[in-house]
């Protein structure tokens, strides 16, 4: 069973387009999150929804806009894309650690999307 | 502002020797730290992570990280590298164990016969 699964794995399309990538976990967290690892390999918060509310946006461009339908689903709708879009975003999930204190357990991380835009 | 940095963008080690990969963090508030490994065209599979309990973390394929506070360190160690190992390896923290992952950028574990 896969427990973070993203749809598509590969995504290539021109400048202007307007893409999603679909992102379902079934690990039964209630947060969930979206990351861009550029061409060199760095990785960058994007977003992150607990229970369907927002609670990250790391200045990212409104062009970018995550819709959460439910607990175990986080999209990402990318409109106007541009050449700098290109990248792998990755969706990941977590949950509340134990002890009550607002910590979070580690994130499981999906296989990823490469977005080539041309 | 809190951040992660590992230093050395490659390391290549031959096959049966030590891994060491570094990685210092700067966090103003308590942090969890995590290291994980990327595959090749794969996501990120967690290795280990320390969330304030015992300072000497053991992980998955052989891999321990040691929590040092006085040197903001968290370095990844396997005493002994297998051809499996070459990967990417991502040192993270979480400061404060709250939900923000912030990455380094990475280190290239190279892996030769």
């Known amino acids: 069973d896969t427990a973070v699964s993203q749809t598509p794995k590969y995504l290539v399309t021109q400048m202007g387009n307007d893409k999603s990538i679909k992102c379902e976990q079934n690990?039964?967290?209630?947060?969930m999150y979206w990351y861009k690892q550029d061409s060199k390999k760095f990785l960058k918060i994007m977003f992150s929804y607990n229970n369907k509310e927002l609670i990250i946006n790391e200045t990212v461009p409104n062009r970018f806009s995550p819709k959460s339908p439910d607990k175990a689903h986080l999209n990402l709708h990318i409109n106007s894309l541009e050449l700098g879009d290109s990248a792998v975003y990755f969706c990941?999930?977590?949950?509340?650690?134990?002890?009550?204190?607002?910590?979070?357990?580690?994130?499981?991380f999906g296989p990823g999307t490469r977005l080539t835009v041309l | 502002a809190q951040s992660v940095t590992q230093l050395g963008s490659h390391v290549s080690v031959s096959e049966g020797a030590l891994v060491l990969l570094r990685c210092n963090y700067s966090?103003?508030?308590?942090?969890?730290l995590f290291w994980y490994v990327q595959y090749p065209n794969q996501g990120l599979q967690l290795l280990l992570k320390?969330?304030?309990?015992?300072?000497l973390v053991k992980g998955i394929n052989g891999f321990e990280a040691e929590f040092k506070k006085s040197e903001t360190s968290f370095h990844l160690t396997k005493p002994s590298a297998h051809m499996s190992d070459a990967a990417e390896y991502f040192c993270?923290?979480?400061?404060?164990?709250?939900?923000?992952?912030?990455f380094g950028a990475g280190t290239r574990l190279a892996v030769h016969p």
């Open positions: 966090s103003s508030v308590p942090p969890y």
């Open positions: 993270a923290v979480s400061p404060g164990g709250y939900n923000k992952l912030i």
């Open positions: 320390y969330t304030s309990a015992a300072t």
């Open positions: 990941a999930s977590s949950s509340r650690g134990d002890d009550g204190g607002g910590r979070y357990n580690e994130q499981f």
């Open positions: 690990l039964g967290h209630d947060t």
